[in-house]
């Protein structure tokens, strides 16, 4: 426990965060009914999810970690033990940004959902053309840093305000990025570094963007 891994998990594979949800759930004291009001996503699809039978796209990730006052970073965190050393390869799991459209929930929202169970030869989304968005966690478990990888499209969505510092490095394509009031362009190379409290938000200008974030785990504490 704790030493080297070598992140063997393919890329068809996406972060079981379904233990992780339930057990936030329940602390919560919250029933899946109760979840499914508050994320306006249907309960059956909330029970795969922490059944591990459906994967949530990162748009419904968000919207569970809301009704469960947490992030989706810290879901995707409790996917995996603490390691002290870990590889994580090219290919490893990803998350969609969103589902496709056949998968809304009752309430009008994307339930952005893919057949976890089996495997095999991946999901609509991972086939489908047209700029499909991916985030990969970088950093696996509970871990004081978080790093995602953003690939593909990203559109503007909620603005976020973390309680530590974050920084954002455009691998490739172009990113239009909004911090603490300011709207600034970004192409390759360029960073854009947030204290902790600024609201920010941003969005991929290509479809062959790539965007690494890098920052302190939000619960992390301060010093």
Known sequence: MGGPTDGGQGGTEAPRVGAGVRRRRRARELTLAELA?????????????ENDRARPSMRSLQLIADALDTTA??????????RTVDVVRADSAAVPEGGDEAGRGEAGRDEGSDAAAGGGGGSGDERGAGGQGRVRPLVRGRQQLHALEFT???????????????????VEGAVEAEAAGEAYELGPGDTLYCSGGVTHRWRALT???RVLLVGVADDFPHR
Request: charged share 25%; aromatic share 8%; no cysteine.
């Open 152 to 170: 593909g499209r990203h559109d503007w969505q909620r603005e976020f305000r973390h309680p530590h510092d974050e920084l954002m490095y455009v």
């Open 37 to 49: 009001r508050r994320t306006g996503l249907s309960a059956p699809f909330l029970s795969q999810v």
């Open 207 to 209: 479809s062959g963007t």
């Open 73 to 82: 970073v810290r879901l995707l965190a409790a996917a995996d033990g603490p």
